[in-house]
């Protein structure tokens, strides 16, 4: 947010315990996690610990009093939140 002068928070969730509190977590299968082994893909070395999960693709907006006034979530991992969309929901919310 520094380098880019943003005015409003971004969240980064290493561990995804943030993804865990909302619900937006899951775990890969034994033979997905084999996938990535094979690819090198080391979420173990990636989030920081063993769990093997990764959270769902989700854009949020979150006001000042912390409420959701914006959600794109997508059950599948390979779809990932539009950042024109975003854009449009901010610019719907300050009028």
Same mark, same amino acid.
């Given at each position: ?9 971004i969240?980064?969730? #290493?561990?995804?315990?943030?993804? %865990? +509190?909302y ?5 890969? #299968?034994? &033979?997905? %996690?084999?996938? @990535?082994? %094979?690819?090198? !893909? &080391?979420?173990?070395? @990636? ?7 990764? #959270?769902? #693709?989700?854009?949020?907006? !979150? ?5 959701? +006034?914006?959600?794109? !979530?997508?059950? &599948? @991992?390979?779809v +990932?939140? &539009? ?10 919310? !300050?009028?």
């Open positions: 947010t520094e380098e880019k002068k943003l005015t409003f928070e969240l980064s969730d #290493p561990g995804n315990e943030v993804a %865990k +509190r619900g937006l977590k899951f775990k890969l #299968p034994d &033979d997905l %996690k084999e996938v @990535y082994l %094979k690819f090198n !893909i &080391d979420l173990e070395k @990636y989030n920081g610990d063993d769990s093997w999960t990764l #959270p769902l #693709p989700t854009g949020l907006i !979150i006001d000042g009093d912390g409420i959701i +006034r914006h959600a794109e !979530i997508n059950a &599948d @991992y390979t +990932r939140p &539009d950042p024109e969309e975003t854009i449009a929901a901010l610019k719907n919310m !300050i009028g």
